[in-house]
């Protein structure tokens, strides 16, 4: 084996053990941040990010997920389930499952976050205009309602449910509403 391709491994694995170690230290702290700055590009791409809340000292005991009324103009209405890795064939989970849980259960909080409220709710008006356009309908979307449905696990001591047995005890609240705007939409604008 050659040099170069010694050294190549050697930052390979020097790179994870330094993720590893970093992802296992408490949120916020000096050091960690200090090296999550220059790598995190790489941890984020990878799905190799964790919050020290999944570990310790009590791990979220919220199970949830999102989903959405969408209403076109012409009155009708459909709904849209924010992909759940429980729903996914076994190479989707693996590939994009885990990333979707964190988007949905630590970035999209009610009352927090608006701006990606915004650009979930504008990555779906996308999507929803490309799918009416190939399907002939073209429905003009008019407004999206996102709903979030959450239970509390209990702890197996409590509680025990078969694995495999889904849980159907949800509450529901009504997290955000976006309102389609008619005509061009500028994202940016650059007054110089």
Do not use: C
């Not at 239970?151 to 047995?165: A, D, R, S, W, Y």
């Amino acid at each position: 084996m050659g040099v170069f391709k010694k050294i190549l491994i050697s930052m390979f694995i020097a790179l994870h053990v330094t993720v590893m170690v970093t992802a296992g230290l408490p949120d916020k702290s000096a050091v960690g941040k200090r090296i999550l700055k220059s790598i995190a590009w790489y941890q984020i791409f990878f799905g190799l990010d964790q919050t020290w809340s999944m570990f310790a000292p009590n791990p979220s005991a919220v199970n949830s997920y999102l989903d959405a009324t969408i209403t076109f103009k012409d009155g009708t209405s459909e709904k849209w389930t924010f992909p759940r890795s429980s729903h996914m064939s076994s190479w989707d989970r693996f590939t994009s499952g885990e990333r979707m849980r964190k988007y949905q259960q630590e970035n999209l909080r009610s009352l927090e976050r608006q701006d990606l409220w915004f650009d979930l709710s504008r990555f779906l008006e996308r999507e929803i205009t490309k799918l009416e356009k190939q399907g002939g309908r073209g429905r003009v979307l008019e407004s999206v309602q996102f709903f979030r449905h959450h239970n509390i696990v209990k702890p197996p001591t409590e509680v025990f449910l078969e694995h495999g047995k889904p849980s159907n005890n949800y509450q529901t609240e009504s997290v955000f509403k976006y309102q389609a705007a008619d005509g061009v939409r500028h994202e940016a604008k650059n007054n110089y």
